[in-house]
T-cell receptor, first 114, second 109 residues
Framework: KAGVTQTPRYLIKTRGQQVTLSCSPISGHRSVSWYQQTPGQGLQFLFEYFSETQRNKGNFPGRFSGRQFSNSRSEMNVSTLELGDSALYLC?????????????FGNGTRLTVT | SQQGEEDPQALSIQEGENATMNCSYKTSINNLQWYRQNSGRGLVHLILIRSNEREKHSGRLRVTLDTSKKSSSLLITASRAADTASYFCATQGYSTLTFGKGTMLLVSP
C-alpha cells in the first residue's frame, strides 16, 4: 500500500498570502489528522476529519481551516499568513476515529513564511 | 498544550548501549504510543500500549506503562547508529492524540 502523501513538500510564501496543503491518506483510511510542528511548540494538533466531518479542532485561530473529500483526501488552508506560521505541517491517517489505531504520517510540508 | 513530557530532552550514547526514555502525562488515557522521527521527516509509529497493559515488546523495543504514576518508559536495547532520531510519546485520551516534545537520541558508532 502506498503511504500517506503530502504535497507540496516545500513552500515559501509571503506574509498576508494564503496557502493550501494537500494530503492523500493510505487507501482505506477514513480518518485524517493534521499537526503543526515547530521547534518551540513541538507537535500541535490542528484538526481531525472522519468521513468528511471535522471531529476535533485544536487551539488555532480561524485562519486555519481544513476539509475532507469523499475519497478521504484532505486539504488544509491557512489564510493571511504570519511569520509564526512557518512550520512543518504533518498529516496522518488511520483506519477509524476510535483512537485505538496508530497514526500513519506523511513526510510533511515545510512552510516558510517571509 | 502538550499532555506528555519526555525525559531526558537529549540523550547521547555509544552503539551497543541501551537507551531509556521516559514520558510523564497528566490525565487519564486510553492508550499511550511511541513514535520516532528522523530529521525533517514524518513520524513513524513504534508501539501502542493500552491503559490496561503494563509492558509490551517489539524487537529491540520495550515499553512499560504505570498508570498509577502516569508514566511510561521506552527502552531500546543494543542501540545502533540508525536509531539516531527524535522519539515522542503520545497519549490518547477522550479525543485527540497529544504529543510530547520528544527526546533527541544520538547513537555514535
Amino acid at each position: 500500500k502506498a503511504g500517506v502523501t503530502q504535497t507540496p513538500r516545500y513552500l515559501i510564501k509571503t506574509r498576508g498570502q494564503q496557502v493550501t496543503l494537500s494530503c492523500s491518506p493510505i487507501s482505506g483510511h477514513r480518518s485524517v489528522s493534521w499537526y503543526q510542528q515547530t521547534p518551540g511548540q513541538g507537535l500541535q494538533f490542528l484538526f481531525e476529519y472522519f468521513s468528511e466531518t471535522q471531529r476535533n479542532k485544536g487551539n488555532f485561530p480561524g485562519r486555519f481551516s481544513g476539509r475532507q473529500f469523499s475519497n478521504s483526501r484532505s486539504e488544509m488552508n491557512v489564510s493571511t499568513l504570519e511569520l509564526g506560521d512557518s512550520a512543518l505541517y504533518l498529516c496522518a491517517s488511520s483506519p477509524n476515529d476510535r483512537g485505538d489505531s496508530p497514526l500513519h504520517f506523511g513526510n510533511g510540508t515545510r512552510l516558510t513564511v517571509t | 498544550s502538550q499532555q506528555g513530557e519526555e525525559d531526558p530532552q537529549a540523550l547521547s550514547i555509544q552503539e551497543g548501549e541501551n537507551a531509556t526514555m521516559n514520558c510523564s502525562y497528566k490525565t487519564s488515557i486510553n492508550n499511550l504510543q511511541w513514535y520516532r522521527q528522523n530529521s525533517g521527516r514524518g513520524l513513524v509509529h513504534l508501539i501502542l500500549i493500552r491503559s490496561n497493559e503494563r509492558e509490551k515488546h517489539s524487537g529491540r523495543l520495550r515499553v512499560t506503562l504505570d498508570t498509577s504514576k502516569k508514566s511510561s518508559s521506552l527502552l531500546i536495547t543494543a542501540s545502533r547508529a540508525a536509531d539516531t532520531a527524535s522519539y515522542f510519546c503520545a497519549t490518547q485520551g477522550y479525543s485527540t492524540l497529544t504529543f510530547g516534545k520528544g527526546t533527541m537520541l544520538l547513537v555514535s558508532p
